[in-house]
């Protein structure tokens, strides 16, 4: 028995019973169509979209419920059990583009987006990573000129999670030339626009329901309208947001790294060798033992930020501990899950084999782990000595 989760009430409790409905009703029959088609339909977006779970932090006026974040930590938790492929492109989608469009765009930006993006017609992506800047953001090399009226921008994003599908992609592009590199703007680069191309649909290790593509800009023109927030402050708008996105990753890191223990704990009680459930043995004992201990000190520390965010309380110093802590225990258990499994949790019509080949990215992505350790020992007056 796990400690109960005091942070939810009875209102989010009846939301997650209809989130899990949905899981269990549009994901979970059709995954292995979905892995093959290496996307997640449209279909899906649209019906999560009419169910109410894409808008959760949109005001009403656009088509969304303006909830509180505990609502997107429950639609992402239910996801993370059919994988994390699904909520990740949900916490792209709901959790990192979202503020964006919500708190950096004017009236008829919003009017123009919104609705779109609460019905999942219009799926969003961010693109910032490029080819030769990911880590190092201020190194990115995409631009946007000015001509006129206009902005042409050229350049290429690489990594980007819906890529292949969005209709919108918030682009962060390079507008000035300054010593520290902080002359960079979000422009919102939209399905359809000459000069905007899709590269390949990226061919990765695991996660194969989720589109990760390359995105190229050829002299692509946009006027004022597709500016996201202040020129010259798209690098601080970035760091603004970054909390939600590594929160949203804890979150769905730990949900599916619980699941994959459930799912274990089973197979350990029917699965017998010299006689006995596997999971009688001492070691199997002792190892779920401190499994279960992990997910569950994670999961507290994880409610206590969902709870901080809520009340808009969550540091990015505690957001980085969050991320790069429940990425580890999620690959450790992960990892020990397969282990309990044998030779069939290396088998792809395990659960846990895929589980373990989409948790490996949770370490690199949204931050790499070591990143976050960068931002926690700073914030301890860790910085380096410049001589
Ligand atoms: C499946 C997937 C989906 C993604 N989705 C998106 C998306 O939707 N949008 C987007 O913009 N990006 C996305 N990314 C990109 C992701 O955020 C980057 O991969 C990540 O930030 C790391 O950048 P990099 O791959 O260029 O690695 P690098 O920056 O080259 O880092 C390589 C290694 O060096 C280490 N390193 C770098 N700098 C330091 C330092 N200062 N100190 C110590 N170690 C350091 C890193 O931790 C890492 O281990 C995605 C990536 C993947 C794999």
Known sequence: MSLPRTLFDDDHKLFRESAAAFVDREILPRREEIREARRIPADVWTTAGDAGFLGVAIPEQYGGSDVDFRYNAIFNEELSRAGIAYSSSYTIH?????????????????????????????????????????????????????????????????????????????????????????????????????????????????????????????????????????????????????????LGSSISNISNAKHILAVTLDYIKSRKAFGRPIGTFQNSRFLMADLQTRVDVTQAFVDQCIAAHAEHLLTAVDAAKAKWWSAEVQNVVIDACVQLHGGYGYMEEYEVAHAWMDARVTKIWAGSNEIMKEIIGRDMGLGEVRG
């Not at 969003?124 to 990115?140: K, V």
């Not at 359809?192 to 191309?197: D, L, V």
């Not at 004022?224 to 760091?239: A, K, N, T």
Request: overall charge negative; charged content about 25%; some cysteine.
């Open 94 to 246: 709901a959790d990192v583009c979202a503020p964006y469009l919500t708190n950096r765009t004017t009236e008829e930006q919003k009017q123009r987006w919104l609705p779109r993006f609460c019905s999942g017609e219009m799926i969003t992506a961010i693109g910032m990573t490029e080819p030769e800047a990911g880590s190092d953001l201020q190194g990115l090399k995409t631009n946007a000129k000015r001509d006129g009226d206009e902005w042409v921008i050229n350049g290429s994003k690489t990594f980007i999670t819906n890529g292949a599908h969005a209709g919108l992609v918030i682009v962060a592009a390079r507008t000035a030339t300054d010593p520290k590199g902080r002359g960079i703007s979000l422009f919102a680069v939209e399905e359809g626009m000459e000069g905007f191309q899709r590269g390949r649909k990226l061919h990765k290790v695991g996660q194969h329901e989720a589109d990760t593509a390359e995105l190229f800009f050829e002299n692509v023109r946009v006027t004022d309208d597709q500016l996201i927030g202040e020129v010259d402050r798209g690098f601080h708008h970035m760091m603004e947001h970054l909390a939600q996105e590594r």
